[in-house]
């Protein structure tokens, strides 16, 4: 128990972003009347420090880094997709030629190459995905359009009519119309007094109906 008492009295420490933030606003009551000479002053505390160093610039350190390798591709005469000369690119030939006489620019050159090749790559995996993400929306648009329509619910073997192929559609026709005219077959003639079919007709009769609806009417 002392010891858990001692611990709650020990102040917890600062962290690294806590102690930027009295180095700034140190720097602020000590440089009230101009912001450059408080910029100044916090850059002369934090350089000297690695680990407040680190702090400041974790933010931006993937982004200063990508920038670095961007800009010593570019001194190999890489361009974002694309395939410039140095000399438009505002890089001198002269050095240009030197820095390909080097081992290790060649080598980077050779790895930038395949990166240049990775990068192209995704860039195409994202376009591919980007249009087939607009050719869903569009069909999804479409399959909507058809459900506004006045026979949107009419079905072929259980299935939106508009789905099925033509050749399905057409045996559905047949079938239909073969079915529509043994019903009418069968109820030709029949009272029309609420009651059911099997009142009237029996079950032996059904088989020489169905084979008279086959016929041509």
Do not use: C
Not at 102 to 117: F, G, K, Y
Not at 147 to 162: C, D, G, K, Q
């Amino acid at each position: 128990m002392p010891q858990m008492a001692e611990a709650q009295k020990r102040p917890e420490r600062d962290t690294d972003q806590d102690r930027l933030r009295k180095v700034a606003l140190k720097a602020m009551v000590e440089h009230p009347s101009s912001p450059e000479r408080a910029e100044n002053a916090i850059w002369e505390a934090v350089r000297k420090d690695r680990t407040l160093m680190d702090a400041l610039l974790a933010k931006y350190r993937r982004r200063a880094i990508s920038d670095l390798l961007d800009r010593s591709r570019e001194y190999l005469g890489w361009r974002p997709a694309m395939g410039v000369r140095p000399e438009i690119m505002h890089i001198p030939t002269a050095a240009h030629e030197k820095a390909m006489n080097s081992p290790l620019e060649r080598r980077a050159q050779m790895v930038s190459t395949e990166w240049d090749r990775g990068e192209k790559a995704e860039l195409q995996r994202q376009k591919d995905a980007e249009i087939a993400r607009l050719d869903k929306i569009r069909d999804q648009r479409m399959r909507d359009q058809w459900l506004y329509t006045a026979a949107a619910e009419m079905r072929v073997n259980a299935r939106p009519f508009w789905q099925v192929s033509v050749n399905e559609a057409r045996s559905w026709i047949t079938s239909t119309k073969h079915e529509a005219r043994f019903l009418e077959l069968v109820v030709a003639g029949l009272p029309n007094d609420g009651r059911p079919i099997e009142y009237y007709r029996q079950p032996d009769e059904m088989n020489a109906v169905w084979e008279r609806a086959k016929q041509p009417s």
